[in-house]
Every structure is written in C-alpha cells, then in structure tokens.
C-alpha cells in the first residue's frame, strides 16, 4: 500500500535589496556575456512600458545606444522617460545636468545613475 506524504513546505525568501556595489559586480558579469543584470531588466521594462516601445524589454543592449541609431529614442522621449525614472525611483532627472549625454547613453549608464541616486 502506498502512503501519501504531505507536500513539503516551500521556505520563504526575502526578496535581496540591490546597493550600488552589487550592481558594479553584476554589470561586470553581464558585460562579459552580453547580457542584462536584474536592475537593467527593471529598467528596460520601465522604458518600454513608460514609451509604449515594441520591443521586449530583454531585447534591449544594454550597452547599445539609446538615442539615435540603437533604441531610436529622441528628445521627447528623453523628457516622458525622466519623468517615469522620477515617479519610479524618488529622484529628479534634470534636463540641464550636463552629465545627461553620459546618463543616457545605454540602458547600462541609466542603470548606474539610478541605482547611485535612487530613494525607493
């Protein structure tokens, strides 16, 4: 006669919190594979939905262009994707910070200056 076993209990776990460190190391891996890290993931799904892209969020390089050739993003895009960064995350993207040709470079230097200033 077989005997039934009560399913065994799955632990719960903590979702890990992502610090500026940990994302340094994480880009070092992906960049090697050409892949995306977690928070670039995040990021990606957050430009695709916030400018109705068509592409799929993990179609995107992180280390391809944003503007331009690349992901074809423009100026206006730039404006609506800071203000989707700034109710995501808690801090203000500014439209004369002379830093933002570097910022927005690649869905990789995006990641960086969010996850480096980010609130929430």
């Known amino acids: 006669m ?5 399913p065994a209990q799955t632990p719960t776990v903590d979702a890990p919190t992502v610090d500026a460190q940990t994302v340094d190391a994480q880009t ?4 090697s594979l050409g892949a995306q890290t977690a928070p ?3 990021v990606a799904e957050l430009i695709v939905g916030a400018l109705q892209l068509e592409a799929a969020p993990g179609s995107i390089d992180p ?3 944003m503007f331009g050739e690349g992901l074809g993003l423009d100026s206006i895009d730039a404006l609506e994707l800071a203000l ?8 203000e993207l500014r439209s ?4 933002n040709h570097q910022i927005f470079a690649s869905l990789r ?3 960086r200056h969010i996850e480096a200033h980010r609130t929430r």
């Open 2 to 6: 077989t005997q039934l076993h009560p």
């Open 28 to 31: 070092a891996n992906a960049a």
């Open 40 to 42: 670039e993931r995040q």
């Open 63 to 65: 280390d391809g262009r």
């Open 84 to 91: 989707a960064i700034t109710r995501a995350y808690g801090f």
């Open 96 to 99: 004369d910070d002379e830093r």
């Open 109 to 111: 230097s995006l990641t």
